[in-house]
């Protein structure tokens, strides 16, 4: 039994107070997953990103001043940096989520995600495995490597089909998807040839607080309350599966406490939504929150745009794997969490400034000031 988190996992990590090292935490999920560790565990956390447009301190902000918390930050493709981690932090285990996010970036800009994606994933697997062949044997045995990945590994699916399992083919169609099964394939050969211990996860689309406004959901909100048009790729009836962020920071720390080694778990939602059944309801709930804004209802600003080339038509999760073996279900219906996320993001409008000051965000979403 775990003696840390024993009501959620019951689970074999388990001592208390081991160190994590999480990359990619100054990102949407990777900052969740902090929160959930320094509030829900008694780990450390060793944060390593390197603060990309998508990154930001303004997300670090809620959590910086934890004494349990270090940021270090470094682009994981710098292999000497990486071993500099390694050697003065000396972590239990790696929850690796830095990474490129964004599938319409990956179609203007597939470089970076070659590069952060495969080559950092390589860099980081490289580090671990000399880091773990040269601990002793009761480091070796608990150290984890949790490599976090997207079910858009998995390619489209059509509309009647069955949702993806751990053992649907994988078949990605846009660049960033082909970069992440990639990374994928990487982390199962440095365990099949190398012996690392590692677990996968392959999760479906997130909402929540701090996603960065590139993607739809907060996207849409600043465009709505702006009384911009709000773009509809295509006729959308594209369909996604919808999971609360903080339930899946949960599904994460089980599958690395309790995931069996070599194993990869799917983690959904059990929420499709076609995209305009989804604007639809977010317009709704800004009906209600944002009654004066200069167009309401909100639903007419729906504007249907040129569609994404390649655009995967649907996407769903069998998670029956995790919920049998680990015993993990969202807990956050969506109706719930779509208000949650709207309230925040009224509430943090100065934050969503902050973060689309870049370079690159303001100008291609037209959100600058
Ligand atoms: P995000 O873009 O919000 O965050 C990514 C973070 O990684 C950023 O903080 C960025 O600075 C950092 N980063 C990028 N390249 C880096 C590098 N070379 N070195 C160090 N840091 C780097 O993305 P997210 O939505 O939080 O996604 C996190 C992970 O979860 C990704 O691996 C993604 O593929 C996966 N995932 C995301 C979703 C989703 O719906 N957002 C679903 C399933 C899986
Ligand atoms: O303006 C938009 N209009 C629109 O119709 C945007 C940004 C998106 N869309 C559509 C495209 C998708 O069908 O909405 C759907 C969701 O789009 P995104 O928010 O860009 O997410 P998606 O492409 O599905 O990928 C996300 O989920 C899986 C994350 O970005 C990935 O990192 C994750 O792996």
Redesign the pocket.
Known sequence: MCILCAQFCGGNFGEAGLKILV????????SALIRYLLERTDHDVVN?????Y???RATLSAINNSPRHLFEQ????DGDALERIFASQRPDAVMH??????VDRSIDRPADFI??NIV?TYQLLETALAYFRASDEKARKRFRFHH????EVYGALAPEGPAFTETTAYAPNSPYAAS?AASDHLVHAWHRTYGLPVVLS?????YGPF??PE?LIPLCILKAIRGEPIPVYGRGENVRDWLFVEDHAEALYRVLSDGRIGERYNVGGDCELSNLELVKKLCAVLDEQRPDDPVVPHSKLITYVTDRPGHDFRYAIDAGKIQNELGWRPTTDFEPGLHKTVSWYLDNLEWCRTVTQGEYAGERLGLRD
């Open positions: 990359t990619g935490g100054a990102g949407f999920i990777g390593v990103d390197k603060l990309s998508s990154g930001s470094q682009d994981i493709c989520l830095a990474a490129e996010s964004h590069q952060s950092g976090i990945s997207t079910d992440k392959n999760c479906s689309n997130n996603q960065f993607k």
